[in-house]
């Protein structure tokens, strides 16, 4: 959390009388001293905020490293994009960038734009984060493959960014998972790997450990969504919005419509979670349902089925209040037994929406949720809940049921 800065006045201390002893003066000056320092430091904790505003609180326990694979050719912006949200985020506090090549000798990016890389691929540290970007990817060494193929083993996600895909494809790691890259690339894709869904028309798709992004800039939406998966929506909204002033498909905010906010039916928007979801969570079977909207309502039902016996129900509705969509839930247990009185019913108002994500939040139980489709086959809600300062999350995935 950032130090407020200090004025000059807070800072200066007055001078002691005469009478005062020694001692007194040197705990003065101390003190003096002191304050001082808090607000340098207050000043080096603010002097890269965008002025008027700081970044929300973000628990973050440990440094991440995010390894961008470069070499000769490389697509500036797929490189440059994706390391500028990381390095961002939550204020520098979350992410080390590095850049990872065949060796540390300064390499032209497709332009002529020069990088230093930090490591060769045999000194590189464990990476957390692997990001492959396109441009002259017949530059990547065998050595540079194998280094992919290792370092991937360890990390938490690997995004390609644009043609970047094809090298996961050379890899071998986009067979039996969902994948974009930019359109002019889509059907070469598809070809080169039939055991691969290609999807079209996708700034992003995220298949778990595996996410791939659409052409150049979409790297940005993909980065974003890494942030909002390990850090929290809060810190992915807060560094596309309040820092980058990025509205694309990452961003948490409705798009701009000719310069101005799309105020079309917020229910209209939230067709993307209809139909039927089905999934699985430490062996037992997770169903969602939701109708499509009519009037000002939808409704939705999850269910919870464990050796073949329903075990946990929710029934809920979306529907508009005070003009914002307000989701309520009731919980009923085996043989449906109500959770709560009707006066007591969790209600949880709209606070973001785009075209495939939505974010509902009970400010007073400290609870939200957030249903996103990365894909039309998929659907992800995240339960996310701070308890005394602590942030913890619970996430359901689900594919569309036939």
């Given at each position: 959390?950032?130090?407020?800065?200090?004025?000059?006045?807070?800072?200066?201390?007055?001078?002691?009388?005469?009478?005062?002893?020694?001692?007194?003066?040197?705990?003065?000056?101390?003190?003096?001293?002191l304050l001082l320092l808090q607000c340098a430091a207050g000043f080096a904790a603010n002097r890269?905020?965008?002025?008027?505003?700081?970044?929300?609180?973000?628990?973050?326990?440990?440094?991440?490293?995010?390894?961008?694979?470069?070499?000769?050719?490389?697509?500036?912006?797929?490189?440059?994009?994706?390391?500028?949200?990381?390095?961002?985020?939550?204020?520098?506090?979350?992410?080390?960038?590095?850049?990872?090549?065949?060796?540390t000798a300064p390499l032209h990016t497709m332009g002529g734009v020069n990088i230093t890389p930090d490591y060769g691929f045999a000194e590189a540290p464990r990476a957390d984060v692997i990001v492959v970007p396109g441009g002259d990817m017949q530059n990547i060494s065998e050595r540079g493959m194998q280094w992919l193929r290792t370092a991937s083993e360890?990390?938490?996600?690997?995004?390609?960014?644009?043609?970047?895909?094809?090298?996961?494809?050379?890899?071998?790691?986009?067979?039996?998972?969902?994948?974009t890259t930019h359109h002019w690339g889509v059907d070469r894709l598809e070809k080169l790997v039939p055991g691969c869904k290609v999807l079209r028309d996708r700034r992003f798709v995220d298949?778990?450990?595996?996410?791939?992004?659409?052409?150049?800039?979409?790297?940005?939406?993909?980065?974003?969504?890494?942030?909002?998966?390990?850090?929290?929506?809060?810190?992915e909204h807060w560094t596309a919005v309040e820092w980058m002033e990025h509205?694309?498909?990452?961003?948490?905010?409705?798009?701009?419509?000719?310069?101005?906010?799309?105020?079309?039916?917020?229910?209209?928007?939230?067709?993307?979670?209809?139909?039927?979801?089905?999934?699985?969570?430490?062996?037992?079977?997770?169903?969602?349902?939701?109708?499509?909207?009519?009037?000002?309502?939808?409704m939705g039902m999850f269910r919870l089925v464990k050796e073949g016996e329903g075990v946990f129900y929710e029934f809920m509705t979306i529907e508009i209040a005070r003009d914002t969509p307000v989701l309520r839930i009731r919980h009923f247990s085996q043989g449906l037994v109500a959770?709560?009185?009707?006066?007591?019913?969790?209600?949880?108002?709209?606070?973001?929406l785009t075209a495939s994500r939505a974010v509902f939040e009970n400010e007073d139980s400290g609870m939200r949720l957030v249903y996103e489709c990365p894909t039309a086959e998929v659907l992800t809600i995240t339960l996310e809940t701070t308890k005394e300062g602590k942030k913890s999350q619970t996430v359901f995935s689900f594919h569309r049921a036939p």
């Open positions: 959390m950032c130090i407020p800065m200090r004025t000059r006045s807070d800072c200066e201390g007055s001078t002691a009388p005469e009478r005062t002893p020694r001692s007194f003066v040197g705990i003065v000056a101390l003190l003096s001293i890269n905020a965008p002025e008027g505003r700081n970044a929300p609180p973000v628990a973050v326990d440990s440094v991440r490293t995010v390894a961008i694979l470069l070499f000769e050719g490389a697509e500036l912006l797929d490189v440059a994009g994706p390391a500028e949200v990381f390095i961002v985020a939550a204020e520098g506090k979350a992410f080390r960038v590095i850049m990872v090549a065949e060796s360890k990390a938490e996600i690997v995004m390609s960014v644009c043609m970047g895909a094809f090298v996961l494809a050379r890899a071998g790691m986009l067979d039996g998972i969902e994948a298949s778990g450990k595996i996410i791939t992004t659409a052409g150049v800039t979409a790297g940005i939406d993909g980065a974003l969504h890494v942030v909002g998966r390990l850090l929290g929506s809060e810190a509205r694309g498909g990452g961003a948490t905010e409705p798009a701009l419509v000719n310069g101005e906010r799309d105020r079309s039916s917020p229910l209209a928007k939230l067709a993307f979670i209809t139909g039927r979801w089905r999934g699985e969570m430490k062996g037992s079977v997770i169903e969602e349902s939701w109708s499509v909207a009519e009037g000002d309502n939808m959770w709560e009185e009707k006066d007591n019913i969790d209600e949880y108002p709209l606070v973001e």
